[in-house]
């Protein structure tokens, strides 16, 4: 366990768990990147770890971070729908990668895990099943924020065109416990305190525990040099909002809102309050896209959590109130 290893966003959800996770395991070189504070971040992983402030792109703090390491992990990114976000997002998405790969390159790292994003992957009809072969699309179904992300992959690609071990990890919608504000975690206050309505597609969801765990056998296992897509089931919108209410005893019936009034409803949100959804997501959103992870199966002795179990502990963690709970390993 002498491996030196970087997380960078190390504060966000799944760099908070890979942080966890290689404590656990015994690793002791561990270091992790945070944007703006380490308020909120659970004491227990905040000793043993050496904590470096990193805000992409800023090339000096880069090389900083990834300067001494054998492993990098790069989780950090922005995620955000927002229209007037677009060019925020190619420079942290698809600058800050191209950053991270240059150092990584400068400094012979031993192995590189970009954490992508199933919004990378091209959709062109519906319904359409997705997997690490679906090529990037710019068509009705295409993200600001899945653009980004596919660039920031090309980028680690080209990585490995110049030799850097490389691995590409694209998972869908990740769950677990933190912050309740961010990211996909914000599901959990729209069920419970927003509208009854809900959009009417289909998604994929994975545990935030399977996402780190199988990021820790690529590197261990010295898999490098492939595309993994990572998603343990796919819930239509209906499906998930219902349990998630079930699990948090919420009382209440959702409806599929007609595109119209979503479209609506979001442009009015992001005119009276800032958001970081906009319309950009509605055609995504009320698409029915399923997701082939069985390539991940075949890594020996990897299997995902059941999603039902996924979304109870989920649903206990955010009924406790803190953003600092882990859910057990």
């Known amino acids: 366990m002498n491996e030196k290893i970087l997380v960078t966003g190390g504060t966000g959800l799944l760099g908070s768990y890979l942080i966890r996770l290689l404590l656990d395991q015994g690793y002791q070189h561990i270091t992790a990147t945070?944007?703006?504070?380490?308020?909120?971040?659970?004491?227990?992983?905040?000793?043993?770890?050496?904590?470096?402030?990193?805000?992409?792109?800023?090339?000096?703090?880069?090389?900083?971070?990834?300067m001494h390491q054998d492993w990098v992990i790069h989780a950090a990114g922005m995620v955000s729908y927002h229209p007037a976000d677009k060019y925020k997002l190619l420079d942290i998405n698809r600058t800050g990668t191209e950053q991270i790969v240059n150092a990584c390159l400068s400094h012979?790292?031993?192995?590189?895990?970009?954490?992508?994003?199933?919004?990378?992957?091209?959709?062109?009809?519906?319904?359409?099943?997705?997997?690490e072969s679906s090529p990037w699309l710019d068509s009705k179904y295409a993200t600001a924020y899945g653009l980004s992300k596919y660039l920031g992959e090309l980028e680690a690609w080209r990585g490995a065109a110049e030799e850097l071990p490389v691995s590409v990890i694209l998972p869908s919608i990740i769950l677990g416990s933190g912050d309740w504000t961010r990211?996909?975690?914000?599901?959990?206050?729209?069920?419970?305190?927003?509208?009854?309505?809900?959009?009417?597609?289909?998604?994929?969801?994975?545990?935030?525990?399977?996402?780190?765990?199988?990021?820790?056998?690529?590197?261990?296992?010295?898999l490098t040099g492939e595309r993994w897509l990572l998603s343990a089931a796919d819930m239509t919108y209906a499906e998930l909002y219902q349990k998630i209410a079930f699990h948090l005893g919420v009382n209440k019936s959702f409806q599929t809102?007609?595109?119209?009034?979503?479209?609506?409803?979001?442009?009015?949100?992001?005119?009276?309050?800032?958001?970081?959804?906009?319309?950009?997501i509605l055609n995504q959103a009320y698409g029915t896209f399923s997701f082939d992870a069985s390539k991940s199966l075949t890594v020996d002795g990897f299997r995902y959590r059941e999603p039902e179990q996924t979304l109870k502990e989920v649903a206990a963690a955010y009924a406790s109130k803190s953003s600092q709970y882990f859910l057990p390993w």
């Not at 590189?112 to 519906?126: I, Q």
């Open 34 to 66: 945070y944007a703006h504070s380490l308020e909120g971040i659970p004491e227990s992983i905040r000793q043993g770890v050496d904590w470096k402030k990193m805000e992409l792109p800023d090339l000096e703090m880069v090389e900083a971070a990834v």
């Open 183 to 222: 990211s996909s975690l914000q599901i959990m206050d729209r069920i419970t305190h927003g509208s009854r309505w809900r959009p009417g597609g289909q998604t994929g969801i994975v545990d935030v525990r399977d996402v780190a765990t199988f990021i820790l056998l690529l590197l261990q296992r010295k």
């Open 108 to 131: 012979g790292i031993q192995h590189l895990v970009y954490v992508g994003s199933v919004g990378a992957l091209g959709r062109e009809f519906n319904p359409e099943t997705l997997r």
């Open 257 to 280: 809102a007609p595109k119209w009034l979503a479209h609506l409803i979001l442009s009015g949100k992001n005119l009276f309050h800032r958001s970081t959804l906009g319309p950009d």
